[in-house]
DNA sequence: GTGATACATATCATCCTACAACTTAGCTCG
DNA sequence: CGAGCTAAGTTGTAGGATGATATGTATCAC
C-alpha cells in the first residue's frame, strides 16, 4: 500500500486553508476579475495568522494565475482564462452532476485515446496494457490494488498514443475521478459487477491488438458508460457513434 | 487591451525560480518519487535566499500535489499521478513536435464539445456564440481584438455544452497555444488566410444553429487543422470519421 | 495659477530570529 | 534487556525589520 495512506491524512496546513478560502471567494464571484484583494496585513489580521501564512497562500494563488501581485500596489485577480493550471475542486464532486460532468469528460478524453491508440501502439505498448489487465484480473476482490492496476490500464493506452499531453490529462482527470470515489466509498462493487468490469477491459485490450480503431473507440466508451454506472453515475446519452 | 501586458511583464520573482528549479529537477527525474528533498535549510544556503522564499516555492509545489512535506521529517517527492494540477511547461512548446501533440488534444476536446453543443445549445448559447462572430469578422486584419474574439468563440461552444469541466479544460488548453504563439510572433497570417478562418468558424455556427452533432465536429476539426496548418504546426491525420 | 520636483505613505519582496510541534534516534535508568 | 526519557533535527508559525516600487501630496520656482 506504499505510503498512500499519509498522503491522505495529510494536515490542512495554514497556508492552505487561506488559500483555499481565498479560492473560493475567487470562484464564487466575490472577488471579481480585476477586483483588489484586501493587503497581506488586514488578511493576517482578518485570519488572526502571521503575515508569513498570508504570503504562502497568496504565493500557491500566483502560480496558479488565479492572482497577480504587483509590488507598491496590491494583488489582483486575474481572468479565469488566464489560469496557469487546471485545478478539480474536491468538494464540488461531491454532487452527483459534477461528478455526471466529469465523467463525461473522461468518456470524451479516452474514447479517443483507445482510437488512437489502436493506430498508434507498439508491441511494448500491448505488453505493458496487458501486464496491467493480468495484475487487474489476478486479485479476487475488488480491493485497492485492482483500482490501481484498473488505472495503470487506462494510463497505458493513452501511453501509447504517443501523446504526452493526453496521458496527463487522462491521468489527472481519473485520478480526481478515483479520490472522490474512494472517499465517498462508493466502491466495492459485487462479484458479479467485478467480472464485468473486467470483461469490458479486455474488449478493449482485443480491439488494440487487433489495431481497431472504432471498435476500441466503442468498447472505452461502453465501459466509462458502464463504470459511471457501476458507482451510481448515469452519463447522459452520448453520441451514437458505436450504432453504425 | 486592458491590463493584460502587466501580466506578461510579470517579473520573475525568487520563490518562482526556486520553485522551477525544483519542479524541473523533479520532472527530468533528477529526484525521484519518494526521495527527500533537502532541507529547507539547505536549500536556503544553496539557492542564497531566505528560508521564507523556500517555504513559498515549497508551498507552490505542495498545492500543484508534487510534493509532499511531513513536519519534522521532511518533503518527499510524489508519484506522477498524484498531482492536483494540470500544468503545462511553456519553454516545451517552443518545440514544434509538443505543439502538434497540443493541437491534438485541442482537437480531440473541441471536435466533442462542438458535437454536444449543437445537441444541447440554447438561443442564448446561439447568441453568445454570433456575438463572438461578428467581433471577429468585425476587424479589419487579424489582431489582438480578433484573436481574443476567436478564443471567446470557442468558449462560449464549450459553455454551451452545458459541462464546466469541458469549459475548463479547452480554455485553458487554447490559452497556453495562444500565448506560445504570441510569444512565438507566428501570428499575423496573410489577409486571405483571415477570411479562411472566419469562413471556418461561420460553418461552424452554422451546424451549430443546425443542431446537427456530426457537421459540427467535422466543421469543428477541419478549423483546428486548419487552424494549425496556419501557425506552421502540421498535425497527424485524425480518424476519418468525417468520410462515412 | 501652473508645473515640476521632493517627500511621505502604502504595499509587496525579502530577510532574520525565535519558538512551537512533530519525528527520530540514542541514551539513561530501572 | 526493555521502557521511557532526552536531545537533536525538521517543518510550521509568529513577528519584526529593511528594501523596492508605485501613488498621492506638498512644496517651491516661475
Not at 486479485?139 to 490500464?153: H, M, V
Request: charge should be negative.
Amino acid at each position: 500500500m506504499k505510503q498512500r495512506l499519509a498522503a491522505i491524512g495529510t494536515v490542512e496546513t495554514l497556508p492552505h486553508r487561506v488559500a483555499a478560502f481565498l479560492s473560493r471567494e475567487i470562484e464564487s464571484g466575490e472577488l471579481n476579475t480585476g477586483a483588489r484583494l484586501p493587503t497581506e496585513q488586514e488578511l493576517s489580521e482578518k485570519f488572526g495568522v502571521s503575515r508569513n501564512v498570508v504570503r504562502e497562500a497568496i504565493a500557491q494563488l500566483r502560480a496558479d494565475g488565479m492572482i497577480e501581485a504587483r509590488q507598491g500596489i496590491g494583488a489582483f485577480v486575474l481572468a479565469p482564462e488566464q489560469r496557469a493550471a487546471i485545478r478539480i475542486d474536491r468538494e464540488a464532486l461531491k454532487d452527483t452532476h459534477n461528478m455526471e460532468r466529469l465523467f463525461e469528460l473522461r468518456c470524451i478524453l479516452e474514447a479517443e485515446s483507445a482510437s488512437l491508440a489502436a493506430a498508434r501502439r507498439g508491441q511494448e505498448h500491448l505488453d505493458s496494457i496487458k501486464a496491467a489487465l493480468d495484475r487487474m484480473g489476478g486479485e479476487e476482490r475488488w480491493e485497492e490494488g485492482s483500482i490501481d492496476a484498473d488505472l495503470l490500464f487506462h494510463r497505458e493506452i493513452a501511453r501509447a498514443t504517443g501523446n504526452s499531453y493526453i496521458h496527463t490529462f487522462i491521468s489527472f482527470v481519473c485520478e480526481q475521478i478515483r479520490q472522490s470515489i474512494h472517499y465517498a466509498r462508493m466502491t466495492n462493487p459485487l462479484h458479479d459487477l467485478v467480472e464485468i468490469n473486467v470483461g469490458e477491459h479486455v474488449r478493449i485490450y482485443d480491439a488494440l491488438v487487433a489495431g481497431d480503431p472504432e471498435a476500441a473507440e466503442a468498447a472505452m466508451r461502453a465501459h466509462i458508460i458502464g463504470a459511471a454506472n457501476r458507482v451510481g453515475v448515469k452519463l447522459p446519452l452520448q453520441k451514437t457513434s458505436g450504432a453504425k
